[in-house]
């Protein structure tokens, strides 16, 4: 594609009820993040994948957040019994060549949790 | 521990005016050093990514330098438009926070017509 899609781009969901964001990633992007900017406020790490596998799971906020990544493509960020706290802007961004090459970011999805 | 700090947080130009945004980081021992633009309420979009081989990287009206050894970036923005206005921000990936790209908190730039 032409570049990071991400989906839904907006999403209202009721606190306590699981959510599910997806990124699709530039076509072949071997590695891909996951930030959350909160309003107002500066971009917060949440996650980091090459290939398949995440070396450093320690920036999802809770254990109910969870994310993965299958075929070296699609990702899923899911948040488990959704909170006020998360409501926030979630970013994805794929990289081509891994660690350290130039970040895409897709426009994010807007999560309101009411 | 790496981290990323812009000054100043907020600034207001006339249009045509140029301006130096500023970026200092903590651990020179960097890759590379990337320059976003955010509108609001969107994503991010990629300007400059100045590798740490090289001094500057040039697009259009921006030029972005890089100078490891005092551990500072800066983005030149000439003869500055309206459309300019957003928030910039500056990230370096940083391999022993997880590979984590590290960003700054962000200038926001306003160019008043």
């Known amino acids: 594609g032409a570049g990071v899609s991400q989906s839904p781009s907006n999403k209202v969901t009721e606190k306590g009820k699981d959510v599910e964001l997806r990124c699709d990633p530039i076509s072949g992007h071997t590695a891909l993040y996951w930030y959350r900017q909160s309003l107002g406020q500066g971009l917060e790490f949440l996650i980091y994948f090459q290939g398949n596998s995440a070396p450093d799971k320690s920036g999802l906020p809770s254990d109910r957040f969870s994310a993965e990544r299958t075929g070296g493509s699609v990702s899923t960020l899911t948040i488990q019994r959704t909170q006020q706290e998360d409501s926030a802007v979630y970013l994805c961004a794929s990289i081509k060549g891994g660690f350290g090459t130039e970040a895409f970011f897709g426009q994010g999805t807007r999560l309101t949790v009411v | 521990k790496q981290e990323v700090t812009q000054i100043p947080a907020a600034l207001s130009v006339p249009e045509g005016e140029n301006l130096v945004l500023n970026c200092s980081f903590t651990?020179?021992?960097?890759?590379?050093l990337q320059w976003f633009r955010q509108d609001p309420g969107k994503g991010l979009t990629s300007l400059l990514l100045?590798?740490?081989?090289?001094r500057e990287q040039t697009s259009g009206r921006l030029n972005a330098s890089l100078d490891k050894s005092s551990g500072r970036s800066t983005l030149y923005i000439a003869a500055s438009q309206p459309g300019d206005s957003a928030t910039y921000l500056c990230?370096?990936?940083?391999?022993?926070?997880?590979?984590?790209?590290?960003f700054g908190q962000g200038t926001e730039l306003s160019v008043k017509p």
């Open positions: 651990d020179s021992a960097i890759y590379n």
């Open positions: 100045i590798q740490s081989s090289q």
């Open positions: 990230a370096v990936p940083y391999y022993n926070q997880g590979g984590k790209l590290i």
